[in-house]
């Protein structure tokens, strides 16, 4: 907050990678470190995965309710990935920047393309790379509800994936987790710092002058 009690506007911290190279387990992380940090619920068609819940991990819905929430304008960003629709619902993203939240999205390339099209000065972008091929397959083996016919479609379309890698602000290679996460946050932190990003700068700086 401000001298004048101007809410800060909070960033979008962007949030790709390859399927199973871990970007679901490093938000996770920030979001249980940083109380600020809010996760964009993404609204979609595929089928829950054993453990996930509705509203928390996705907002599950049938396709019929996903395209009227593209006729109604719902969506900030939408797309096609593998063989399902993802949205990033618009009203609930503006509330939490509006309140001052750093929100996070876990979207494909499209997903990020889209939203430093639309908001350029808000987004930070970050792709979370696996350390090798060979660890991509094995992460994705491991994850509760695949089967080797998922992970062979995943896997052939990690390398489409990773050939977006040089749209991202950052790229961080999560071979030992805490590493990974140790980037991942002082990204966020660096980001906040940013002169633009802190509101209260021009009161405090006019203090310091006695301009006040
Ligand atoms: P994504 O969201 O990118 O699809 P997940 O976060 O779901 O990936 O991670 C896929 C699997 O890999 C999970 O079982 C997770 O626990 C595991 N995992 C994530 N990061 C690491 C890491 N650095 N080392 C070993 N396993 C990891
Ligand atoms: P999963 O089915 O493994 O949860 O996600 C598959 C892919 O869809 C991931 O690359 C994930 O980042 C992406 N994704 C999830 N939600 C959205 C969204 O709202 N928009 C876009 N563009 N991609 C999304």
Redesign the pocket.
Known sequence: MSNKGEVRRGLMLVIS???????????RKLMGEFEDVALSVSVTTREARPGETDGQDYHFRSHDQFTRMIAERGFLEWAKVFDHYYGTPRADTEEKLANGKDVLF?VDWQGADALHDQVPNDCVSVF?LPPSIE?LEQ??S??PGSTPEIVARRMADAKAEIRHWRRYDYCII????EE?YGQLRRILLVERTKRLRQHNLEDHVRALLGEG
């Open positions: 990678s390859p399927s199973g190279a871990g970007k679901t387990t490093l938000a876990d979370v660890a992460r994705l491991a994850r999560n071979d030992d987790l990974a």
